[in-house]
Structure formats: structure tokens, C-alpha cells
């Protein structure tokens, strides 16, 4: 009687259909600003009046990474962490696409960090994307800027919103007070540009930070380091805001801890994923990894390192094993453990600029500090890269702090796409219907304990192309990860995937991870007759997701949908 009913579990979960393909989010016609009753009337502000808030998005940090961090380690103690925080798809553009808006990537219609275009549907990522689909008016920044809020950015903001030297600069986008973006140029630590600019701004300024040459000193060249620029540029809107009798948001988006993406780096011997001199290994020093010693960091710390694929192969329709899509590119165990020590070292940066920045803001500023998805390094028999929906790759770090945030961990299970709804309710609005998250301020303040259960997450499979500054390190094995929906609980990940890469065709297989076995993905229990109530109870969850992907762009999100996390 088990395996029969673990088999109808299974049948009818496949036969719902797999999600993930590429379907565009209805296109704005044209772009426009959403009308004021879509917003809500503005309540008054439950908090402190002028509630400052700073939120800092990271690059590639998997959780993990935190334990090296002094100032985080002392945000966390003073403020809210949450272990369970989940991404809604694990690469950089389309999860700071849901950041922005508070919606899911079929809502935004931002599946790639890439538009790959020309295709029949149009752009399906990037910045084209992101633009063509309404989402620059759905931003939250809009929001707070029309409630009168001063708004800041400055950083890494979305793939393909570039400059080239010589050419067209990109146009500013509506919601922002103080426009700051860092362009791509400065994956590779040194020699990039900045636009300074506006919201409206006719001609944004665009300017070129030099590198130092090779005979500067470390001191330097660290003055010119992409990090410190930016850190430099973030402290300076706090302290000419600070005595705003208007509340300020400001958004900062370091580039650590990606890789470069230039082949070589800018200066000799500069590793892959670069951090500042400073925090580099010298004689006599084995770099600078914050709370621990780099030498004790190696690939030995990452659970599912060198596990055997063979029992992580997806299920077929009919129970039998599917076609593992998975590749057998783990680095050899130097590299990986290179990779480890490198991200450990650029996040000292940041670090740094978290100290600065909480200095210069003072005790009633809020802080949300979190990452824009985790990375792989070598587990799940993958190579160095993201796009999975395992625990390396969509659980990121989640810490926040604040005049009246009840200090504490919290095991709820929240999403990213929640930062946009508790930013609103921060500010006394409430969140267009159009939202997914939910705010997480009740929680935050301690006026009622958070039950959330579970998140979701979806994935679209795209040829990576050679703009896509993932490829750089992870080469083709981002292709080979296929498009899926998932449902990530406490105890429990339920992936269904699309083997069939064509947009037509479907082939669906399951994968399902029972976390109260073994802390990771170690194996596929979907067809274990032991784990048929876990995959009753994600099965039904991913069921009511799949009745809700309907809902695009700026279309209201029905309540039945909104709580499905509960």
C-alpha cells in the first residue's frame, strides 16, 4: 500500500505541469506610473517617526559566509536573523528583480539575468526585461519616493544595465532621489564607471574610477577598490541625509562576493574572485577571513562535497530514474578551497562598510543586510555557480536590525520577495495588491509570532550567453541546470523539473529531500515509500502554486495566493 500511494503522490504531481517555461510577464503599454488607489490610502506610521533604513544586498554570499563577519556577527546579536530566508530563483538578475518589486519571476517576467535576444516571446531577463514588463513603476523605491521619502542607490544594480565608454548612457530609473549605479566594469575590483545622477536627470554624470598602476602601493589600490568606492559613496549620502527631517532609504549593493569576469585579472596574480590587498595572504599572513583563520576554511566545510550523484538522479513519471541532468564537473578540492578562502576575504569589505555605515547612521536606523542568492562551490556534483534550488544556492542571509526589532533568531520561513511589503509597512503604506511578500514587520517588532512555512521558488532554463557574468566561472554548467518549480519547507525541498529544454515540450521528473534525515541534499527520497507524507504535504503546497502562476505584472494577487507561505 506504500509504494502505491507514493506512486499516485508521484503521478499525480507530475501530470500538473512543470512551470518554468518561458512565458513573458504581460509588457507595459507603454510604461507607466501605477495609479495612487492601487497603492492604498497612507496610514500613519506605527514606528518611530522618520524611520531611516539602509538595505544592503550582497553578491553571491552564501549564509554560511556571515560567520566570518565581526560587524554582522554583532548585528545579528542585536537584531533579527532569520536561518530560513529563501530567494525566489538563485541568479543575481531575477532575484533582485523579485527584491525590488515584491513578486515572483513570472510576475516580473525577469527569468535571466540576460534578455537572449532576439526569441518569439521577447526579452526574458536583463535589464530589457525588467524595463519592458512594467517593473521600474512597481519598484518600492516608487512607492516611498511618492510618500515622500528621500531615496538613495548606489552599487550593482540589474545585469545589462551597462555603459560602455563612448556609447549611449542608460536611461535613470524613476523612484530614485540620489542614483548611483556601479557598472559591470567592476566585477574585476578596479577600473569601472559610476553614473551620478537624479530621478529625471537629462544628463547623468558618468564617471571613471583609475586604477592605480601595478607599482601602488596595497593602501592604493584598496582607496580605488570597487568595495571602497562604494562603501565611500554610501557613508557620504547617510551623513549629507542625516539631518533630513524627511525619512531616507537607501539601497547599497557591493559586488563581493562574485567572481571577476575578465579573464585575467586587473592586476598579476590576482585570483578569481578578488578580494581588497588588505585582506589578502602575504608573507608571513594567511589573509584576512574575518572571525576565522583562513587556513581553517576548505572545501571540508561544505556539506554535500564529493557526494555520490548516483542516488540524486530526478523520478520519472512511472518511478524510474530520469535523466540525471546533473554533470560530473566538481573542481578538484585546491580550487574549490581557493574559491572558499577568496569569498571569505572579499566579504571583510563589506564588513567594513556595515561598521562605517552604522557609525554614520546612528542606533534609530533600520539595517536589512542579505544576499541576492547563495552560490555552489564544487557540491551536488556541480562545478562553482548557482541556479539550483538547493540550500547552497537559494537560502541566503537575512539579518535585521533596528530601534524596535525584537532581537532574536527566528525559524520562520520567509522570502526576499517579503523585503518590499515590510519596507511599505515601515513607512506607514500599504502594499499594492500586485505584491506577493508579505510584510515581515509583525514579526520584526514582536506584535505577533510569524508562522510562515513555506517559499517557493521557480526557474527557467536559457542558453547562458556571454554577457552573463556567471559564465565566467561557471562556464556551461549553468546550462545544464533545467527549469523547475520548487517548494522549500523547514524540513523538507520538493523540486519538479522540465527536462525537455524546448519551450513546447515537457517532461517532468521530481526530486525531494527530507532535511530531517541528513541537513542537505544528500538524496532523492521521491520515490521512498517512508517520505510519503512529506511529498503529500509539498505536493499539495506546489499544487496551489501552480493555481496562482497565472497572475502577471501588475494584476492583483489573490489573497488565497498571498498566504500560501502559511
Given amino acids: 500500500m506504500g509504494v502505491r500511494t507514493c506512486a499516485v503522490l508521484l503521478a499525480a504531481l507530475l501530470t500538473a505541469g512543470c512551470g518554468g517555461s518561458v512565458e513573458p510577464a504581460r509588457p507595459a503599454d507603454p510604461p507607466r506610473v501605477v495609479a495612487p488607489p492601487d497603492r492604498g490610502e497612507p496610514r500613519p506610521v506605527r514606528q518611530a517617526p522618520d524611520p531611516d533604513v539602509v538595505l544592503v544586498v550582497m553578491d553571491d554570499v552564501p549564509a554560511w559566509l556571515v560567520d566570518t563577519m565581526p560587524e554582522v556577527r554583532r548585528m545579528v546579536r542585536a537584531g533579527a536573523s532569520y536561518e530560513q530566508a529563501f530567494v525566489p530563483d538563485s541568479l543575481c538578475c531575477v532575484s533582485r528583480a523579485s527584491l525590488l518589486t515584491g513578486q515572483y519571476p513570472h510576475q516580473t517576467g525577469v527569468r535571466t539575468n540576460t534578455a537572449n535576444t532576439p526569441n518569439p516571446v521577447g526579452p526574458v531577463g536583463g535589464w530589457e526585461a525588467f524595463e519592458a514588463y512594467g517593473n521600474l513603476e512597481r519598484s518600492v523605491n516608487v512607492a516611498l519616493q511618492e510618500a515622500g521619502w528621500t531615496t538613495g542607490f548606489v ?20 523612484g530614485w532621489t540620489s542614483w548611483q549605479p556601479v557598472f559591470g566594469s567592476a566585477y574585476d575590483g578596479w577600473d569601472f564607471d559610476v553614473m551620478s545622477a537624479s530621478s529625471g536627470d537629462a544628463l547623468p554624470l558618468v564617471e571613471h574610477v583609475d586604477a592605480p598602476p601595478e607599482w601602488a602601493t596595497d593602501e592604493e589600490k584598496d582607496a580605488a577598490y570597487a568595495g571602497k568606492v562604494i562603501a565611500d559613496r554610501a557613508v557620504d549620502f547617510v551623513r549629507d541625509h542625516e539631518d533630513d527631517r524627511t525619512p531616507w532609504f537607501l539601497t547599497v549593493a557591493p559586488y563581493a562576493a562574485h567572481s571577476r569576469v575578465g579573464p585575467v585579472g586587473h592586476y598579476p596574480g590576482d585570483p578569481g574572485f578578488p578580494p581588497a590587498f588588505r585582506d589578502r595572504p602575504a608573507p608571513g599572513r594567511p589573509g584576512n577571513c574575518g572571525l576565522v583563520d583562513c587556513r581553517d576554511l576548505s ?101 535585521v536590525t533596528g530601534p524596535s526589532v525584537r532581537a532574536g ?133 506546489l499544487a496551489l502554486f501552480d493555481a496562482c502562476a497565472g497572475v502577471t505584472g501588475d494584476e492583483p494577487v489573490p489573497p488565497s495566493c498571498r498566504s500560501l507561505s502559511r
Fill in 299 to 399: 572545501v571540508d566545510d561544505l556539506p554535500g562535497w564529493g557526494d555520490d550523484q548516483a542516488d540524486n538522479a530526478p523520478v520519472a513519471a512511472d518511478g524510474g530514474t530520469a535523466y540525471q541532468w546533473r554533470p560530473d564537473s566538481t573542481p578538484n578540492a585546491t580550487y574549490g578551497t581557493s574559491v572558499v578562502r577568496s569569498q571569505a576575504q572579499m566579504v571583510q569589505s563589506i564588513d567594513r562598510m556595515l561598521r562605517r555605515l552604522r557609525e554614520a547612521a546612528g542606533p534609530d536606523t533600520w539595517f536589512v543586510l542579505m544576499s541576492d542568492n547563495g552560490i555552489h562551490v564544487g557540491q551536488h556534483g556541480l562545478g562553482v555557480g548557482k541556479g539550483t534550488a538547493f540550500d547552497t544556492d537559494i537560502r541566503v542571509p537575512l539579518v
Fill in 155 to 174: 552599487g550593482k544594480y540589474l545585469n545589462q544595465y551597462e555603459y560602455v565608454p563612448g556609447g549611449e548612457v542608460p536611461p535613470v530609473p524613476p
Fill in 409 to 541: 533568531t527566528r525559524t520562520s520561513v520567509v522570502s526576499t520577495l517579503d523585503i518590499a511589503p515590510t519596507l511599505e509597512d515601515l513607512a506607514g503604506l500599504r502594499s499594492p495588491r500586485y505584491r506577493s511578500g508579505t510584510s515581515l514587520l509583525p514579526d520584526l517588532v514582536g506584535r505577533r509570532p510569524d508562522r510562515r512555512q513555506f517559499a517557493f521558488v521557480e526557474h527557467t532554463w536559457a542558453s547562458t550567453l556571454g554577457v552573463d557574468p556567471d559564465a565566467s566561472y561557471a562556464g556551461g554548467t549553468m546550462d545544464d541546470i533545467p527549469s523547475y518549480v520548487a517548494v522549500r519547507s523547514r524540513d523538507g525541498l520538493l523540486v519538479r523539473y522540465d527536462l525537455d529544454p524546448s519551450v513546447e515540450g515537457v517532461d517532468p521528473a521530481l526530486e525531494l529531500y527530507d532535511y530531517r534525515r541528513v541537513g542537505w541534499e544528500r538524496r532523492n527520497v521521491a520515490a521512498d515509500p517512508a517520505a510519503r507524507g512529506l511529498l503529500g504535504r509539498l505536493s499539495r503546497r
